[in-house]
């Protein structure tokens, strides 16, 4: 094999509660890659469909991944990575992480899988860094793995798969403002209360027994962020009467997906989930900003060969 096309999903990072360390795979939304082998060695973007991105791989979080893997693995030829981006950047649900997690995946695949696809997400990480300033995997892990993926340390990288359960939904409404993941990280307080640090502990720690033991209304009590909502909230237009309306509709709980300034929240059932996505359309119908809105499964195995 010489070419290989995939589909790279979009994910929800931090889910409430998990800053930095946890996140989903959603199904209905993601880009379109093709890769192929060519000479000579390294990496070119060939093109980019939809996004006015960076050509050049050391500019670009895919080609930056890309080269990290091809760092490792050593092969005696190059790749061209043509890119799709249905992902717009900034949207806060993992724009940079499909590019990165899509082309270290391909190109591990065009050279007969000798990494897992968990062995992968260290080189997919490095194209975060370039985007966010900060090599977090909460995005490009469930993009790798699909379900849900907790990290469970950095150092060293301990990543553990969740499957989630069956009926869980997710709505994600992204206002078409772009909010650099970079910026939203500045806003970030360093220091905490012990308080605040015991209700995060408890609602994460919560939030995952809910996905194991498939206690939907579990879920939705440790869907609470105490540390990085209550000041990111403030750059999103709207954000509470979104929240409000997706809740009032029979979602179980949401927040920001990633750094915004798209919102999610997470139900049980399509059903709920649909109305949870009309609910919230309803509250920026009527300030004029313009918005993608997105139901989905969560995906469970994350990157497909199509």
């Given at each position: 094999m010489n070419r290989i096309s995939i589909f790279s999903p979009a994910t929800i990072a931090n889910v409430s509660c998990g800053f930095d360390v946890l996140g989903l795979c959603l199904d209905s939304v993601g880009d379109e890659m093709t890769i192929n082998t060519a000479c000579p060695k390294g990496v070119k973007?060939?093109?980019?469909?939809?996004?006015?991105l960076p050509l050049v791989a050391e500019k670009n979080v895919g080609g930056v991944a890309a080269l990290a893997l091809l760092e490792h693995l050593q092969p005696d030829h190059g790749f061209e990575i043509s890119i799709k981006k249905n992902i717009k950047a900034g949207s806060g649900i993992g724009s940079s992480a499909a590019s990165?997690?899509?082309?270290?995946?391909a190109i591990n695949h065009l050279l007969g899988s000798p990494l897992s696809n968990k062995e992968l997400v260290p080189f997919a990480m490095q194209g975060e860094k370039l985007a966010s300033g900060s090599a977090h995997a909460d995005n490009v892990a469930p993009a790798l793995l699909g379900g849900f993926t907790l990290i469970r340390s950095y150092e060293p990288l301990d990543i553990i798969k969740i499957d989630a359960?069956?009926?869980?939904?997710?709505?994600?409404?992204?206002?078409?403002?772009e909010l650099k993941t970079m910026d939203a990280r500045s806003v970030i307080r360093e220091n905490i209360t012990l308080k605040k640090a015991t209700v995060q502990c408890g609602n994460i720690a919560g939030l995952i027994s809910g996905l194991y033991t498939n206690d939907y209304n579990l879920i939705g009590r440790s869907l609470h962020d105490e540390l990085v909502e209550p000041v990111r909230y403030i750059l999103i237009p709207k954000f509470k009467e979104i929240k409000v309306a997706a809740m009032s509709a029979g979602a179980l709980g949401g927040?920001?997906?990633?750094?915004?300034p798209s919102v999610f929240a997470l139900s049980r059932g399509v059903q709920t989930a649909q109305k949870a996505a009309e609910a919230m359309a309803s509250v920026l119908q009527d300030t004029g900003i313009p918005f993608e809105l997105h139901v989905s499964p969560i995906n469970p195995t994350g990157i497909k060969i199509l």
């Open positions: 973007i060939k093109e980019i469909i939809g996004a006015d990165a997690a899509g082309a270290v995946f359960p069956e009926e869980l939904y997710a709505t994600v409404i992204h206002p078409q403002i927040g920001i997906s990633g750094s915004g």
